[in-house]
């Protein structure tokens, strides 16, 4: 805790150094879209990555703002617990996820990673770094800092819930033909003894939704971190064990399916990646080295495609999710699709309004649509945001918006959002939240 302290101290005086806009200087991110202008001066926050105290009995891990999640998982299971909500990227990080919303299989009981904090630090505008609770006089902005994106401060250090573990996991692959089929098994399982939900869509008749429980033994474990991809299994298995660690990061290896854009999929090419090289950090320098030279734009345009990245999270009511996923299938057209369920308990979190107690479905789809015919910018991303809020959805901002300024502020409670800025980024040191996610600013 006192490296913390002399860490924190030592970026106050940075942060006061000059009054100008600031950004972070991380070594890895997770968003998606490219930003147009980098120039302002980055805060070095890299050296908050530590785990500061796991406390298995009182069911919590504390850690610094830049700790990822694979750090996470590791300090937690030499306790025996894990983080209640551990997003399947291992570079996400603490701070990152509270940020921008996070989730995984754990959050139909747990909710969104924001929805396991206890406590945070965050460094505001004027310098101070405040400890926010959910009962303290800084509760808005514990309340407010979920989907702030950086817009508001920056949480160099977080508490968040834990739950207990066992040293394996039993997977059910629970196969179906039909939507309505998958989503009311979905439902179901949800309300009975699952400890993780999830599910894969491969198509309109065949959807897979996969239920994990603990064991404290297990007849054999898969590994897929080398030969085998994880996502393929879903569609030949009804049963698998893995290790509680393997089933965490069961996602990561293979970036779900995304891996397939890197070639790593094609047995010779994986070889040649290894084991050490297949995960989700390789794979994003690669689509950012990529995308920052523009290879495949020019290979595209060469071959007379035109594209368009649609690499998007959206959270629908459990009720709207059978004709969203439909219109996705028409319309859009991208698959696999991940379908994680979740559940908020509290509605309290200002800037991304969830009903309490309602059952939404995550749906995350991450791809490249290719049309022979040119498209205005945005033209299946816009019908996608349309979509979601007449189905009265929620989009995640980590990738590419279109909004106009008006719908935004309605989705995302701009009221609040502007008396948070107000009082604690009076003099806008940190850039503003639409003209982060939207003007990619
Ligand atoms: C293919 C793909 C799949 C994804 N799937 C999931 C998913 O299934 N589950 C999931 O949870 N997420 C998913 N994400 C989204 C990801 O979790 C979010 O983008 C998350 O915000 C990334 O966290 P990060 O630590 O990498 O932060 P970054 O990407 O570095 O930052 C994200 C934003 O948060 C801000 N930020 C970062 N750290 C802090 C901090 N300490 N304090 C204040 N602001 C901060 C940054 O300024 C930035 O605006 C996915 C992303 C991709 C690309």
């Known amino acids: 805790m006192n490296r913390y302290v002399e860490k924190r101290d030592r970026l106050i005086a940075e942060f006061l150094a000059n009054g100008s806009p600031v950004g972070l200087a991380k070594d890895t991110s997770n968003l998606f879209r490219d930003r147009t202008q980098s120039a302002q001066r980055k805060l070095d926050v890299r050296g908050f990555n530590q785990v500061l105290a796991v406390d298995p009995v009182a069911g919590w891990i504390e850690a610094e703002g830049m700790t990822t999640f694979a750090d996470l998982v590791e300090a937690g299971l030499a306790r025996g617990v894990m983080p209640a909500v551990v997003p399947q990227l291992k570079s996400i990080t603490l701070g990152g996820a509270a940020a921008g919303v996070g989730i995984e299989a754990t959050s139909f009981k747990q909710g969104l990673v924001h929805h396991t904090l206890l406590e945070l630090d965050v460094l505001v505008g004027?310098?101070?770094?405040?400890?926010?609770?959910?009962?303290?006089?800084?509760?808005?902005?514990?309340?407010?800092?979920?989907?702030?994106?950086?817009?508001?401060?920056?949480a160099l250090r977080l508490k968040q819930k834990t739950l207990p573990v066992k040293p394996y996991v039993r997977v059910e692959h629970r196969h179906h033909a039909s939507i309505a089929a998958c989503f009311d098994d979905l439902?179901?399982?949800?309300?009975?003894?699952?400890?993780?939900?999830?599910?894969?869509?491969?198509?309109?008749?065949?959807?897979?939704?996969?239920?994990?429980?603990?064991?404290?033994?297990?007849?054999?474990?898969?590994?897929?971190?080398?030969?085998?991809?994880?996502?393929?299994?879903?569609?030949?298995?009804?049963?698998?064990?893995?290790?509680?660690?393997?089933?965490?990061?069961?996602?990561?290896?293979?970036?779900?399916?995304?891996?397939?854009?890197?070639?790593?999929?094609?047995?010779?090419?994986?070889?040649?990646?290894?084991?050490?090289?297949?995960?989700?950090?390789?794979?994003?320098?690669?689509?950012?080295?990529?995308?920052?030279?523009?290879?495949s734009r020019k290979l595209n345009r060469l071959l007379g495609w035109h594209t368009e990245s649609v690499i998007q999270d959206v959270d629908i009511p459990l009720e709207q999710a059978p004709p969203f996923l439909d219109f996705?299938?028409?319309?859009?057209?991208?698959?696999?699709?991940?379908?994680?369920?979740?559940?908020?308990?509290?509605?309290?979190?200002?800037?991304?309004?969830?009903?309490?107690?309602?059952?939404?479905?995550n749906f995350g789809f991450w791809d490249t649509v290719k049309s022979r015919s040119p498209r205005p910018p945005g033209y299946l991303n816009r019908q996608i945001e349309a979509k979601v809020i007449e189905l009265g959805g929620i989009k995640s901002l980590y990738s590419d918006s279109y909004f106009e300024p008006e719908t935004f502020w309605r989705l995302y409670n701009g009221p609040a959002y502007q008396a948070l800025k107000a009082k604690y980024d009076p003099n806008g040191r940190f850039r503003d939240l639409y003209a982060k996610c939207v003007l990619k600013a």
């Open 126 to 154: 004027d310098g101070r770094v405040l400890t926010c609770t959910p009962d303290n006089a800084q509760s808005d902005l514990f309340f407010g800092f979920p989907n702030s994106y950086g817009s508001l401060g920056y």
């Open 187 to 295: 439902a179901r399982q949800c309300e009975g003894d699952a400890d993780f939900v999830d599910g894969v869509v491969f198509g309109p008749d065949e959807l897979v939704i996969s239920v994990g429980r603990f064991a404290d033994h297990a007849p054999y474990t898969s590994d897929y971190h080398y030969e085998r991809i994880y996502y393929r299994s879903l569609r030949t298995r009804n049963e698998d064990w893995l290790t509680t660690r393997d089933y965490l990061w069961r996602w990561d290896t293979d970036w779900f399916w995304c891996s397939k854009n890197v070639g790593a999929q094609n047995p010779i090419l994986r070889r040649l990646y290894g084991r050490k090289r297949l995960n989700s950090v390789t794979y994003t320098r690669i689509m950012r080295w990529n995308s920052r030279h523009g290879l």
């Open 328 to 361: 996705l299938l028409r319309q859009v057209g991208v698959l696999p699709i991940w379908l994680c369920p979740l559940r908020a308990k509290d509605a309290r979190f200002s800037l991304y309004p969830l009903r309490a107690g309602q059952l939404y479905v």
